[in-house]
């Protein structure tokens, strides 16, 4: 299969397969959604033909659940239509999301398709008819699983390639297409050697849950990114990893991504020597906003951290902290130690990152434990401490800023 898309993706986009790039995006999302389109709408009347014929309210079902994918296929082609179209006054950051409401609509027509199937293999049910069949009525409908099997798959190729949940989601469809279909042979192989007629309307019962839950998936599936849901731990790793390169930065935190199709908002916290006079920390976050923007299309903004680690008493502040962190099950890690005055009016402040996927932590508790480990050493010691919100990601390991 990834021979033959390959093939197709050489003929449409010659030398070209960055899927960063919205022309090649684009590009693979037409070819998906128009030959889903064509393929589709043929096995409809295919289907749907043999479901007049054999009376058979589950194949005739089976027929309108692959036309619902040609129609949410051809969704899909307008979705990338749109979202190929330039940023403009009224929508700054481009038209890439048009893809996500193309993927809820489609759960939508899913939904209501499931629905109507249910209602009428409830009725056959209850007044179950002959289905009249015979071996090649069967054979041919194994014939389309096949095809639907190798439109699935491609499909799932083109949108793992371009990280296009439309794609994923018609993909699944074209899958769930196969399983339905597959539960109609059930039906007709009972009813052809054993007379069970029932069959048709339980599995039209089948596979009506089966378009429901895809319907279900697909919705929450495409709704998360227009709800906001945070980036793959691989981006967030990989920024990471850009912005260490960087000599000189001896940490990174409070990374935010923001994404409207292939466009990227990012930001993040760098931590560097306070010793560093003011143009090379803006040098240095100027360099890393150049090579994150260059591996993720859009704009990057990176804010400078300087870490004081030359106060006299930066040392044993960052053990004393550290080993308190280190002890306490619910933190993750911490960044952002800064010390500020002498030591008996001594001012401390950093961010504790929590493994509560809430971002809830009793921050007043670890104020007074850090207090009361430090007061010995620093009468009137001022600790100030702000938890990190969910939406941000930072290291994950119990490691010492600075």
């Not at 293999?121 to 007044?127: D, K, Y």
């Not at 000599?247 to 409207?260: A, K, P, T």
């Not at 996927?357 to 670890?366: A, C, I, Q, R, T």
């Not at 007061?375 to 390991?397: C, D, G, K, M, W």
Request: hydrophobic share 50%.
């Amino acid at each position: 299969m990834k021979l033959i898309t390959s093939w197709l993706i050489a003929r449409v986009a010659p030398g070209s397969n960055n899927s960063m790039d919205q022309a090649f995006r684009t590009k693979m999302g037409l070819l998906e959604g128009w030959i889903s389109i064509v393929v589709n709408t043929l096995l409809f009347f295919i289907k749907g033909g043999l479901g007049l014929m054999t009376h058979s309210v589950s194949l005739i079902a089976d027929s309108l659940h692959t036309l619902s994918d040609s129609v949410t296929s051809a969704i899909v082609v307008l979705g990338f239509t749109l979202s190929n179209r330039p940023a403009d006054p009224r929508h700054p950051f481009g038209h890439g999301r048009v893809e996500s409401i193309a993927g809820v609509v489609i759960g939508v027509l899913l939904g209501v398709v499931a629905v109507e199937m249910f209602h009428a293999s409830i009725l056959r049910l209850l007044n179950p008819q002959p289905v009249e069949t015979s071996g090649w009525v069967i054979a041919v409908i194994v014939a389309t699983i096949v095809v639907k099997e190798i439109l699935a798959r491609f499909s799932f190729d083109l949108g793992k390639m371009i990280d296009s949940q439309a794609l994923v989601a018609d993909a699944w469809h074209h899958r769930s297409d196969v399983f339905a279909t597959a539960l109609v042979v059930v039906a007709f192989i009972g009813a052809y050697w054993k007379g069970l007629f029932w069959l048709d309307g339980t599995m039209g019962i089948a596979v009506s849950g089966m378009i429901g839950w895809a319907a279900y998936e697909t919705t929450v599936e495409a709704i998360n990114p227009l709800l906001g849901e945070p980036a793959s731990e691989e981006t967030y790793q990989e920024i990471e990893r850009i912005a260490k390169g960087l000599f000189g930065v001896e940490g990174v935190h409070d990374i935010l991504v923001h994404r409207y199709g292939p466009l990227y908002l990012i930001s993040l916290h760098i931590q560097a020597s306070a010793d560093l006079s003011a143009m090379h920390l803006h040098e240095m976050c100027e360099t890393i906003e150049a090579r994150v923007s260059a591996r993720f299309p859009g704009h990057a903004i990176v804010h400078a951290d300087p870490v004081d680690s030359g106060h006299e008493h930066y040392a044993a502040v960052k053990q004393a902290v550290g080993e308190l962190i280190a002890a306490d099950p619910g933190i993750a890690s911490y960044h952002d130690l800064r010390l500020v005055g002498p030591r008996e009016n001594l001012v401390i402040t950093f961010d504790i990152v929590v493994l509560n996927e809430k971002g809830e932590y009793p921050v007043e508790s670890l104020r007074a434990t850090v207090v009361r480990r430090l007061a010995a050493e620093f009468p009137n010691v001022q600790v100030t401490i702000s938890l990190e919100p969910p939406y941000l990601r930072s290291a994950r390991s119990k490691s010492a800023p600075g």
